[in-house]
């Protein structure tokens, strides 16, 4: 049985080793050299799915992905003053941008600081439970949520001050019961947290408009609330009287 394999084998085979001893020699070793050269795609490919590379990947098919641009700051020979960025035309307001009403934007009316309320804002009960919110969420880490300067990012740097973390300096958030600013028009309150006061930040560009005047409405009512005149409550004179520090609150 493996002999009649063998014969078969032998039989087949022998016609095309004949041929393949008349060929040439450079056709035998051409055959050789391109036979070892077409691994080297392989390899390749291989070697390119395995290993980094930071060059942009071979994009046959460009589909307009990549196009010409100019990038912030980059120089422009089409411009005279040779920059691709364009200053804004002076005067030139973007749709929904024109800020012409002071009170409202600024908190000035008149040339000095408003003491009253924009037109556009109804004070009221809704205006302050929204005030609250944002102030909560906004001021009240530093603040404190009864704006007494306590909040709780306060506690953690007065810590890192004392600890001489990083080398960590601190100026302590106002209390907003100070008499100073207590004193304040509502003009001004708005305008300090519009654009900030000395080391605190500006609130401007991540509050819109309403919200800060809300927040300014609650501040008063926070201010209030810590110093109100027991004459403003309904029959104060029958309440029994009670000082916080008693813990009570019948
Ligand atoms: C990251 C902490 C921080 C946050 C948050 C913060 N403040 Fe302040 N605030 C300060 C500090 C600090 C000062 C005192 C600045 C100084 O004296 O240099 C201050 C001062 C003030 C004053 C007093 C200004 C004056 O005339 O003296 C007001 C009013 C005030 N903040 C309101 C707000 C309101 C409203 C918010 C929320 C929108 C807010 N702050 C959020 C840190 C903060």
């Not at 022998?14 to 051409?30: M, T, V």
């Not at 008499?179 to 300090?192: D, H």
Request: hydrophobic share 40%; aromatic share 8%.
């Amino acid at each position: 049985m493996g002999n009649l394999v063998k014969q078969i084998i032998e039989d087949l085979a022998k016609p095309f080793l004949a041929d393949l001893k008349e060929l040439p020699l450079w056709i035998k070793w051409s055959a050789i050299v391109v036979t070892c050269a077409a691994t080297i795609p392989l390899a390749l490919i291989f070697r390119a799915r395995t290993a980094f590379s930071d060059k942009p990947r071979i994009h046959f098919i460009q589909n307009m992905d990549n196009q010409p641009k100019y990038a912030s700051q980059e120089a422009n020979a089409l411009f005279l003053d040779g920059r691709a960025m364009r200053p804004r035309v002076e005067g030139t307001i973007a749709r929904n941008g024109m800020a012409d009403d002071t009170h409202l934007y600024m908190g000035v009316a008149d040339g000095e600081w408003a003491s009253t309320y924009p037109s556009s804002i109804a004070v009221d009960h809704e205006l302050l439970l929204r005030g609250q919110g944002q102030f909560n969420i906004f001021c009240s880490p530093c603040h404190g949520a009864a704006g007494f300067g306590d909040g709780l990012i306060h506690h953690r740097a007065t810590q890192l001050v004392e600890t001489g973390v990083n080398g960590t300096s601190w100026v302590a958030p106002k209390n907003l019961h100070e008499e100073a600013i207590k004193a304040q028009t509502v003009g001004q309150l708005f305008n300090s947290l519009t654009n900030g006061v000395r080391t605190m930040a500006a609130y401007g560009s991540q509050i819109s408009t309403e919200d800060r005047w809300a927040i300014v409405a609650y501040m008063k009512a926070l201010q209030l609330s810590q110093d109100a005149d027991p004459s403003m409550v309904p029959n104060a004179e029958s309440l029994t009287r009670k000082s916080v520090s008693e813990g009570s609150n019948e």
